[in-house]
């Protein structure tokens, strides 16, 4: 009988059926065990530590220093046509200008940040040596020692990064990052354009400046959709709301849209003997037919919902309540002022705009003072 022996020298059993011993399901291989631990590092790449050539390493710091020229020029170009250009005639107003904004702007600040990736990304490939680094455990604290051996490790990095042997990289790194800095400053001016005049007046006062040129008392409602002049015996039926527009709104604006929003008003059929007119204002409703501006005076959204019962306006966003028999004052929520009220009048049987809002439509703005 003969002996079977382990050649493998895993120094394991044979098996009790002889031959090869059996190996252990999700142990190594015998042929793997002698390799599961290296003899030398393998970790540092091939030519770790060596100095590199200078003249490829000249080359890559002329195209970092393109990429970091072109992250500049990109940073510039963000700003100016921010504070420039994206103002012209009249500012970012209209659907139009503002995809136009959005495309120069998001692609002036990408192409910055592409750049400046780009540019750090071959500097650290192509300009840094590869040597190996071993971090030690230590406890977690700073002794005189370890403060002493971060600066030696700093200054040893920043001449390794060739940050200060190579001047070039250097300045066109700054170059392109100052921009970047300023960026931030510029967009905490504004959120956009400045309104200046063009939230204190709507479209109502230009048409009713047209319509008594033309020797008319004012300028007719038309409803908001259809475009149909509204006349007083069509909205004769006390608690009705209707969105009404002034005539001509869609073909005389120069931005049809942006005055569309504007001047969007509700008008409400309040009954006679409820309604309180504002001093001053006492002419300004036609046997209770009553305009209000549309837009809340909170956040903008539209107050289009009306209680007949109490003949309360309310805002859906956040429930600011406005009176439509006292001035559409606010009787609650965040609202800081009542819904700006529109003067009515009478011509043929039609129901005109006699003047426009008399304050600023909306949410009060800063430069409203």
């Not at 409820?274 to 209770?288: D, I, L, T």
Request: hydrophobic content about 40%.
């Amino acid at each position: 009988m003969s002996d079977n022996k382990d050649t493998t020298g895993s120094g394991r059993e044979p098996s009790a059926h002889g031959g090869t011993p059996e190996r252990v399901v999700g142990t190594p291989s015998p042929a793997a065990e002698k390799h599961l631990l290296a003899s030398e590092d393998v970790s540092a790449p091939a030519g770790a530590g060596q100095e590199l050539d200078e003249k490829s390493a000249k080359r890559a710091e002329r195209i970092v220093a393109l990429f970091f020229l072109l992250a500049f020029a990109g940073s510039v170009a963000f700003i100016a046509y921010y504070i420039g250009w994206s103002g012209r005639d009249g500012g970012m107003h209209g659907i139009h200008r503002a995809k136009e904004s959005n495309l120069w702007l998001g692609g002036m600040m990408a192409l910055s940040f592409l750049a400046l990736a780009i540019g750090v990304t071959i500097w650290v490939r192509r300009l840094m040596t590869s040597k190996p680094i071993v971090q030690e455990r230590h406890e977690q604290r700073a002794s005189e020692e370890t403060r002493q051996a971060f600066t030696r490790d700093f200054l040893e990095g920043a001449e390794d990064s060739g940050i200060t042997k190579r001047p070039l990289l250097r300045r066109t790194l700054l170059l392109a990052a100052a921009p970047l800095g300023l960026a931030p400053l510029v967009l905490l001016r504004d959120l956009g354009p400045l309104p200046e005049k063009r939230l204190r007046h709507t479209f109502w006062g230009e048409a009713v400046k047209k319509a008594k040129s033309e020797g008319k008392k004012g300028v007719r409602l038309v409803v908001d959709g259809t475009n149909k002049p509204l006349k007083v015996s069509d909205f004769s039926s006390p608690g009705a709301m209707i969105t009404v527009l002034p005539e001509g709104i869609e073909e005389d604006a120069h931005h049809p849209l942006n005055e569309i929003a504007k001047a969007v008003t509700i008008l409400i059929n309040v009954p006679a003997d409820q309604f309180k007119p504002a001093k001053g204002r006492e002419n300004w409703h036609v046997g209770g037919i009553v305009a209000y501006s549309k837009i809340c005076t909170h956040v903008g959204c539209p107050a289009a919902l009306y209680e007949q019962t109490t003949h309360h306006i309310l805002c859906p966003c956040h429930q600011s309540t406005f009176d439509a028999t006292d001035a559409a004052k606010v009787v609650f929520g965040p609202a800081a002022r009542a819904l700006p009220q529109l003067p009515l009048g009478v011509e043929n049987g039609y129901l005109v705009a006699t003047d426009d809002f008399p304050e600023p439509i909306g949410p009060s703005f800063w430069e409203r003072g």
